[in-house]
Every structure is written in C-alpha cells, then in structure tokens.
C-alpha cells in the first residue's frame, strides 16, 4: 500500500514551505531565536485545535476573527511572551506587527501564535525587528523549532516521507515545544504539522482530530490547558498526492511521538511510565482512573523515588471516583504482578524485581479492574526537585 | 451568651476521658508513640465522617459493622501502616487486636483508626504489645498526638472550655494528623474530637458536617481523599452543659485551627495562602475555582517562588472549568489590585508592592469573577523542593 520514512530536517523536506527562526533579543539566556516563521509559497488549508482555557490568548482570537474554512500562506510565532490576558489591545498588537510584516513579505490572513508569560503586551518594536533578519527563501527547521523553545531542554522536529505504491510521494513535517510535565496541560503546548499532500480540508480536520486524541490528549487533562495551546496542521497540496490511510499512519505517528517528546522533557523528569487502565465499566471511566494516575503527584514522586509503593497507584484510582473494588482489581509493573487480592503484600522477590524494573527510563504500569471492557492508556513522567526549581523560577 | 477559652493539654481537660500513646517499634525514626488510645469511662456518642476513597481501610469497614448509633468507650490508634487495600484479613486483624485489647481493659464497640502505608498487614505481636505498656487511666494528649503523627513536622491538638452564663461549663479537644499539602487530599488526615458537652447526637451530626465542610473540605478536594481520611466526634456528656451556638462556635473554631496547623505543616511549606473567590456565577463555581487555585501546581510553586505571576491564577481559574471573562476579572494580593481590565501589566511600583506581600509567611488572593454572587474561599500553600524529597523518600 504505502511506505513510511522517517527523514531528518523537520520541516524543510516539505515542498513549498519555508521557515527561519532569529533572534531580537527577547530571548537572553541562550542564542536561540525568539522569533520565527513558516511560510507556504502557494496558500494552504489549516485545520487547528486550541486549548479549552476560557482565558484564550490573543492570537487565538485573532485566528478566530477569520472565517471558516479561511487560506494563509504564513504563520509567525514568539517565544518569551504569551500574549495572553492582553484584552483588545493583544489583537491589535498581532494587527500592527502583521502590517509592518506585509511590507516584507506579500500575507494572505497571516496567522500569530505566542508562548511565554501572561499578562503583558507584545514588544512590537522588538518583534518587528525580525522582519528585515529573516530569511524568507530559508528551509531552517532547526532555528525554527529552536525559536519556539521556552523551559523544552531540546528542539522537537520529525518529519515522514510517505511512499505510495504508485510511486508518489508527500511529506509531513511538524515542530513542536511543550516540556511542563506535572499538570502538562497547564504548560503551553505548540505544534505545528505542515504537509505538502494533497488533503481535503474534511480530511485535516478528522485526521488532526483523531491523532490529537491518541497523542497529545493522552499527556493532558480535558478542560484543564494553558490559555495558548495549539495544535496546527497546514496543507499546500504541492505534491499532488494522497492516500487516507498513509496520512493517517503518518499523522499518527509524528503526533504521538512528538507528544513523547515533551514527556520526556518533562521539567526535570527522568522516567517515562505508560498507565494502561483496563478491565473498567466504560472506556471514559478507564480515562479517569488513567489520568488520575498520570497526574498524581504521590505517584509521580513515588517514581522519581523509584519506590514500588503500589499503595499510592490504588488509592488514586480510588479518589478518581471510578467504579472500583479491591477484591477484583490487579496491578502489574510491565509483567510483574504488584497486586491482586491473593497476593496482596509484596514479598522480597518481587519487591526486588519491582525495583529492577522502576530503575527503567521507561515502564508501564497496567491496572486491571475486572468490572468489564473499557480500556485508555495515558503517558506520564516522574517528579523531581527539578521541576520544583524550574517553576519557581520560572517566570524571573 | 458564653465565653471561649483556649487551654493547653488538648485532649487533658475534657472531663472522663483519658489516653496515652507508646512506642512499640514501629516508628523507629523518632522516640515518639506509634499505638495510642483515647478511651471514656462511660460510653460515648460517636459521630464520624470518612474519606470518599472507593478503597476504603479496613479501619473504617470495621467501623461501618456496627449498627447505627452505636455507643463506644475506645478508640485505638496507630502510625506507619493505614492497614488499607488488607482485604477481609484486615478487618478480622483489627478484631484479633481487640480480642486481645479486651483482657487489659473493657470494651464497648471499640474503633480502630490508623495512617500509614498501604497494602501491609497490621503486625499483631508489636500492636498488641502496647496494652501492657498503655496507663489506662493517663491523662497524656500530647503523647497520644506524637503517636498519630506520620510526616507532620509538630503534633497537632487543641482544647477550648466553654463557660455558659449560667456558670455551667464544658470542653471540646482534639489532636489531627496530616501533613501532605499538594494534594492535601492524598494524604491522610486524622482527627479526634471529644467532648464532655451533653451534646445531642442529631446535633453532633449537624455541627460536625457543618465545621468539616467549613474547614478539612477547603484544603482538600471533595472525592480525591486517601484511603484513612477520618474525622471523628465523641461525646461522653458527663459535664451535664451545652449550649448549641457556644458548641458550634468552639467545634468550628477547633476544626478549623487545626485545619490551618495542617497547612503550615504542608510537607515542606512555607506560607498559607487564603484564595477567596468571588462574584461567581455560584457559590459551586466559586469553590471550582477556588480549589483549582489551592491545588495547582504551576500556582504553588509561584508562591514558592515569591513570583507575582498573576498570569498562572488568571490561567488556571480559565482552565477550572467555570464561567469566567477577563474584562470583568480582578485579582488582589492582600489590598493590593494585581489585574483588572484597565490595569494588566503589573508596573515596578506595583509588581515591588507584590514581592513584597508575597514575602510574608501568610497573605489573601482575591479574585472577583464580577459575574454574580457566588464565592468560596479555600486555603493552600507552596509547594517547595521539600515536599519532594519528602515524598519521594516516604515509603523506603
């Protein structure tokens, strides 16, 4: 049917797109840019998913103002500032920056997204100042993505090369930044998937749907996410090909894997633990019990401390106010049964083997409530003091 | 009407009740007890409310055997093992215990409480080798409280008499345990309240649901409760007085200080936090948002931090899920307006006014939805590196 390569270079193997990251000097802790842009030499499709926050930053009312089914040809994107909690005046400030961008470089309904702290304004002078650095000709993924970074300790860039059996082909490359990994959905989340396949817009918008909840939904609380979080897919139709099934795959994939990313740049987390919740009444209580876990801080710091405290993984599926019962429920370390009815205390052996196993960078923890068929896995990390330092000195 | 006087000695002065705490080996970090018992010479009212875990400890199974209005003259405690996830051998453990308990001293419907770990059996020989150490007839509150405590930095225990104008007069004291703050309701939390007050039992209920909901309920998360969570009321009513009003203003006061000394004992905290939310759409939009301040994690560490980084309240009350507008919100520091629609970013008069009040150990954020009429308030801390390295190191 299809083949799928993974490729370096993050976004630039996309035919059509450009992108450059620079530096104005928002930014002073690192060389990295503050400023970047994507750009699609023809004009794309965009289907979006933004954060449920009621506080919704600027540029996603600004994006909002456009009509259905709106073509751009360009998105610019800071660091440093979330342009969040700016009122009116944070959407006129995306308007005055996207005029003196239209000097520059010809916009068609050019689109702002903006990460960093709530509650000031854009430095307009600063961000402007951009335009005359950029590259607008650039494929430079790697300053791009670099640009987009805030606490992230390394850039996330993939991109898939999808091979047809009638021997075309199209590309999909994404960058992304996102690292806050105790409530993860109360860190900003950006990312952008660009595509030179030949998508119907029905299509970006189920397809970005369905890899959103396999991927980045399953790192994050429903209802619970930072006011700029989005998710963003661009289509130039360049290419000329497509094929469903492929996108969907590659769709899926670059999601997933980039939501796996920021698990692993959680803040000063070093494990990542897969919590599988099976055996539950319904699929949306198995979610509940399965995000409880990922989000409890006794478990998060049960694993930082690699301590098999199984106790602290039961009594959150049974605050997660799930249909539960401890007669029926089993719990496994990967394949190590931790609990069951039977076998209730952890004697040496397996206590032993639980250590092994928590000494992993990766494990999975699997709970079996035997009540009926509904399953979800969720992804979480551990907490340590990193974290703590991280957000406490977050902001100065 | 009445006059409330604090006293020292805790439980010591509520007439016909006696306790002490020993040390049997299982606390072996500390000289403190880990095996306490708080008895009555004549049979007591109880009146108890428990935590909403579906997996509730085998104590508070044993406890729910009984018929309804049931009269007991015991209680026995003990620290390091919550003898919860124990199964039906859990609860036959706890009436091995007494079995034995009832040689050394006459039981009526004894009830067993306990905090600790999760997942072992109770050890029956170090248990029930503090029955010949008990004094049965001590008067000895702050031993018993040192016997409950697990990672509490300080025992915890009050007293007021109530004197009526009619020169009759009786006593309220408790001792509480519970320390862990991020998610207070992750950890267990016991308290012990006895009275000598002629206290009717439909009013025990009526006052202690009315002083839970006004204290324990605003520094936790209703359904999200570890396994123990106990509040207990016992009443022996030998002082022959009581005074509704005089009753519920001590019982509120009691519950609610000790509520506050769990704060300050915040594993690894530094500071109190009051979050008042008004101006809601309702008084349950008000606690949503209320709690959501008090739990989160990016806010804790901000008051850690010392940051005036409204942006984190501002997000977080929009990620709570309630009805919210950012031209009608306003947060205060203490006195001091933080955000308001005219007045967003925080200028250097202000923002110096800000580190300032978050320096002290104990200050108010105000946040006005300007909706309606609802508000809430509730009480958090920081969350600092402490807590983590408390957790993490718990168990091991």
């Known amino acids: 049917m299809f083949n799928l390569f993974s490729l370096k270079g993050g976004l630039d193997n996309v035919q059509g797109f450009y992108s450059d990251g620079v530096n104005v000097g928002m930014k002073t802790d690192s060389n990295d840019g503050d400023v970047a842009f994507i750009r699609s030499h023809t004009l794309c499709d965009v289907s979006s ?13 600004h994006y909002q103002k456009y009509p259905k089914d709106f073509k751009t040809n360009f998105i610019l994107i800071n660091s440093k500032n979330a342009n969040a909690m700016t009122g009116e005046q944070g959407v006129k400030d995306i308007e005055a920056i ?3 961008l239209d000097r520059f ?23 402007t100042s951009a335009f005359d650095k950029f590259d607008y000709n650039a494929k430079n993924s790697d300053k791009t993505a670099r640009s987009i970074m805030t606490t ?20 999909i490359g994404a960058i992304c930044k996102g690292a806050g990994m105790i409530n993860p959905a109360m860190a ?55 094929n469903k099934e492929a996108f969907r795959e590659a769709l899926n994939k670059i999601t997933f894997e980039l939501a796996m990313m920021i698990l692993k740049d959680g803040e000063g987390s070093n494990k ?21 876990l990922s989000n409890s801080l006794l478990v998060k710091t049960a ?51 639980a250590y092994k196993i928590m ?38």
């Open 49 to 61: 998913r933004f954060t449920t926050n009621k506080f919704q930053a600027s540029p996603i009312k």
């Open 98 to 100: 996207f005029e003196k």
């Open 105 to 127: 470089h010809t916009l068609e309904n050019p689109i702002m997204s903006s990460t960093g702290v709530i509650g000031y304004r854009l430095n307009q002078e600063k961000i």
């Open 152 to 171: 992230d300790k390394f850039k996330k860039e993939l991109c898939f090369r999808v091979e047809l059996d009638s021997g075309e082909s199209f590309n």
């Open 188 to 242: 900003t989340m950006l990312c952008f998937i660009i595509t030179d396949a030949d998508i119907p817009k029905d299509d970006m918008e189920e397809l970005l749907s369905e890899a959103t909840e396999g991927s980045f939904n399953r790192i994050s609380v429903d209802g619970d996410t930072s006011t700029n979080d989005t998710i963003m897919l661009l289509a130039n139709k360049v290419s000329g090909a497509y």
């Open 272 to 292: 990542v633990v897969v919590f599988e919740v099976k055996g539950a009444k319904s699929n949306e209580e198995a979610r509940k019990a399965s995000m409880a």
């Open 303 to 353: 694993l930082f401390g690699e301590d098999p405290n199984w106790g602290r993984i039961a009594s959150t599926i049974g605050a997660s106010g799930i249909e539960c019962d401890e007669k029926r429920l089993t719990i496994y370390y990967d394949n190590l049964l931790i609990y069951s009815d039977e076998q209730r205390e952890l004697d040496k052996e397996r206590e032993d083997k």
């Open 359 to 396: 000494k992993n960078s990766s494990f999975k923890v699997t709970c079996d409530l035997g009540l009926g068929e509904g399953n979800y896995t969720s992804y979480g990390c551990d907490l340590s003091y990193e974290y703590v330092k991280i957000n406490a000195e977050y902001r100065t």
